[in-house]
């Protein structure tokens, strides 16, 4: 979906709000898609001293399976949106992910919701933040309680045990 930005280009202080649905079903993240409902998004585009600064807001339920402990799980994310939209970028080697080239005089609200939704999502899909994983001796889900799994001893206290044992 293309954004008209036509009205506020040469009035600073400007503004024009936004509001878009965007389908990322087609997503791969790793090995899954872990999205499935429409991505929504919206927020305000402000003609700040002549740079039209883009702020707002993502939202969406990711459904995946835990990188820790492999169980499935829903979970609400919401990610800011933070951008800069340009007519022309200066020096493509050096481009900003977070700096937008305009077509003409819209913005691309698809290619900014995905780009955004990407960078935010993180590096692993976690059912909660502090998610305990398995045990790795005997796969036990540590969210679940603890494992009955004896704990192993440092080597280097085996000395000190047998003093204690006596």
Not at 9 to 19: E, L, Q, Y
Not at 67 to 89: G, N, W, Y
Request: charged share 25%; hydrophobic share 40%; glycine share 6%.
């Amino acid at each position: 979906m293309l954004l008209g930005l036509a009205k506020i280009m040469d009035c600073p202080g400007a503004s024009i709000p936004f509001s878009t649905s965007v389908d990322l079903s087609d997503l791969c993240y790793g090995v899954s898609h872990p999205v499935s409902e429409p991505v929504l998004a919206s927020g305000i585009v402000r003609n700040t001293a002549g740079v039209l600064v883009m702020t707002g807001e993502i939202s969406t339920c990711i459904h995946g399976i835990c990188d820790r402990c492999a169980s499935p799980f829903d979970r609400e994310v919401r990610f800011p949106i933070d951008v800069v939209l340009v007519s022309e970028m200066a020096n493509e080697e050096n481009e900003d992910e977070w700096v937008f080239p305009l077509e003409g005089d819209s913005a691309d609200l698809d290619d900014i919701v995905r780009t955004v939704f990407v960078l935010n999502l993180d590096s692993k899909l976690l059912c909660k933040e502090d998610c305990k994983g398995l045990c790795y001796r005997c796969g036990k889900n540590l969210n679940e309680g603890p494992c009955n799994c004896q704990k192993e001893l440092d080597p280097r206290f085996a000395a000190l045990k047998q003093l204690l044992e006596k």
